[in-house]
């Protein structure tokens, strides 16, 4: 626009499918960003996003009890990967608007101050068919294909056999007519200067925001397979030979409570990074947080100081050693859709020791780190089946490794591994391993473009990630098995005819788990396996100018 304004506008519209039944995505988002330049010293900067989202809400496959311990049912009988155990219906649905405004003055002593402000507006419904229950029945058990029982019958204990039947008691449920709105506002100031021979680099910050939420939540009463003229509640699921359409999609809020809360969140920080010799640095600082929480039938109001400190010494010009020590708050609030409501628990408290050694190569071109570290936790806020479990503490200890980089023109090289030997501690769950928690990942990504020749602009690249065991409860009641999923991607990109060297267009041709491997990627408990996508293939054309 000019030299001392800018505009930025980018628009996208979705429209897609995916492997699982009855499964729409739209997506439509426009973004503006802006940027004034007042003097050469200070700034405006400015941004605006809209999003107007339509997406179904999948919740996987669930577990059944048997003679061995609990297992997933699709690793026990034949269940095509496309099923889904819940209705056409079921969809979220939201809008959201944010703007964003930061103003940047930089002093002529090298100091910089930044204020900052923002504002986010949603709006937001959905409505899912929730699985409440398994129901077990042998393979002669009395019920219709419709998932009606026309006799008295009692449920199996356990999927022993692989002609038991297996059926979920469902509900509908839903949140209606959401309401949130965000405010954000932060200021930042920080430079450098002296004392004696000793330099400072100085940051001091604050940081508030203000959330209020409403929402009413619906529900319908759970099936049991009885029909509703001899006073049931409507038919079970048969996981085997599905039939749809026996849950209501209609929520109605009329006579329902309005349920609301709001939050306040102030922080202040001071970090001063200093450099005590040409090898050797010191880090202090800390944060203070005070966290107020309403709602109808609770309130709290809280606060915290987090230490931080960390040493850095350069053993050689491109290796250095480091430790350091922080400690972290972080409130527990969230709502609830099992229950259809919003709980305050006592906030979560962690501390972060950690020891490691960052070395470069070639030229600084290829970074590497290694690291141990342990962190202990207190209050652990999770969720199984979307009730709120507080856990007194979690612990997790272990050491990473990564590099990244590229070495040679045209390379790119990103690798990883990481060992984590976590616990939780709990009444009844005291020494199991976390959910979702691998104890060994490793992920490794190398591509090659070539920079000249006939082939210049032909690009490949293949990875592999790898994702081991895992509990899927806090129980430790089943396993989510190890998994290795590889990609493998080719492109070639192509400068525009009559244009400068800045506008290309890139063809692109990729492959996602090419093996097509089957795996569970998470649990949220018993009624909520994630489903892995399988092997997919898709072919993309972009433009820069």
Request: aromatic share 12%; charged share 25%; no cysteine.
């Amino acid at each position: 626009m000019s030299d001392k304004a800018g505009l930025r506008v980018v628009a996208s519209s979705q429209n897609a499918e995916s492997f699982r039944d009855f499964t729409d995505i739209s997506r439509d988002t426009i973004s503006i960003s802006g940027r004034y330049d007042f003097t050469d010293s200070t700034r405006l900067d400015v941004s605006y996003e809209y999003r107007d989202e339509s997406r179904p809400l999948d919740r996987g496959t669930v577990t059944v009890d048997t003679p061995n311990g609990r297992e997933i049912i699709n690793n026990l009988i034949d269940i095509p990967i496309e099923r889904r155990f819940g209705e056409e219906f079921e969809v979220f649905e939201s809008e959201f608007d944010f703007f964003d405004a930061s103003l940047i003055h930089q002093f002529d002593n090298g100091w910089a101050l930044k204020l900052g402000a923002a504002k986010e507006d949603s709006t937001a419904n959905d409505i899912q068919a929730r699985p409440r229950a398994v129901v077990i029945l042998n393979q002669g058990a009395p019920i219709t294909s419709e998932g009606f029982f026309f006799a008295p019958v009692a449920p199996e204990a356990l999927f022993d056999d692989p002609s038991d039947q297996v059926f979920l008691a469902r509900r509908t449920d839903g949140s209606r007519d959401q309401q949130t709105d965000v405010t954000y506002y932060n200021a930042l100031i920080s430079g450098e200067f002296q004392t004696g021979k000793v330099n400072h680099r100085l940051a001091i910050g604050t940081d508030y925001r203000s959330l209020d939420t409403s929402r009413f939540f619906v529900t319908t009463a759970t099936t049991n397979g009885i029909p509703e003229v001899f006073g049931g509640r409507g038919a079970l699921f048969d996981i085997r030979n599905p039939i749809y359409g026996n849950l209501s999609d209609t929520l109605s809020t009329e006579g329902l409570p309005l349920l609301e809360f709001e939050t306040t969140d102030f922080g202040f920080f001071i970090n001063d990074y200093i450099e005590l010799t040409d090898q050797l640095s010191f880090l202090i600082g800390g944060r203070y947080d005070e966290v107020e929480f309403g709602a109808p039938d609770t309130s709290f109001k809280t606060d915290s100081f987090s230490p931080q400190v960390a040493l850095n010494y350069e053993v050689a010009q491109s290796t250095s050693v480091f430790i350091s020590y922080s400690e972290a708050f972080e409130p527990n609030t969230a709502i609830f859709a099992e229950l259809g409501q919003t709980e305050a628990f006592e906030p979560e408290e962690s501390d972060q020791i950690e020891l490691g050694i960052k070395s470069e190569f070639f030229d600084g071109n290829l970074q590497t780190s290694a690291a141990l570290y342990r962190i202990d936790k207190t209050n652990v806020l999770t969720a199984e089946n979307g009730l709120p479990v507080l856990r007194d503490g979690q612990s997790s200890q272990g050491f990473e490794v990564s590099v990244s980089g590229q070495p040679i023109p045209g390379m790119n090289i990103i690798a990883g591994y990481a060992y984590t030997d976590a616990e939780i501690v709990g009444e009844g769950v005291t020494g199991n391993r976390p959910r979702n928690v691998g104890e060994n990942t490793f992920n490794l990504w190398v591509s090659y473009e070539w920079q000249a020749g006939a082939f210049e602009g032909v690009g490949v690249g293949g990875g592999a990630f790898y994702n081991g065991d895992r509990a899927g409860d806090d129980a430790n009641s089943f396993t989510l098995d190890s998994y290795t999923l590889v990609d493998l991607s080719a492109w070639y990109t192509v400068q525009v005819p009559g244009g400068d060297g800045d506008r290309t267009v890139r063809f692109q041709l990729a492959a996602k788990n090419l093996f097509d491997e089957e795996y569970f990627p998470a649990s949220g408990g018993n009624e909520r396996i994630n489903i892995g996508t399988p092997r997919t293939v898709f072919g993309s054309v972009s433009f820069d100018f």
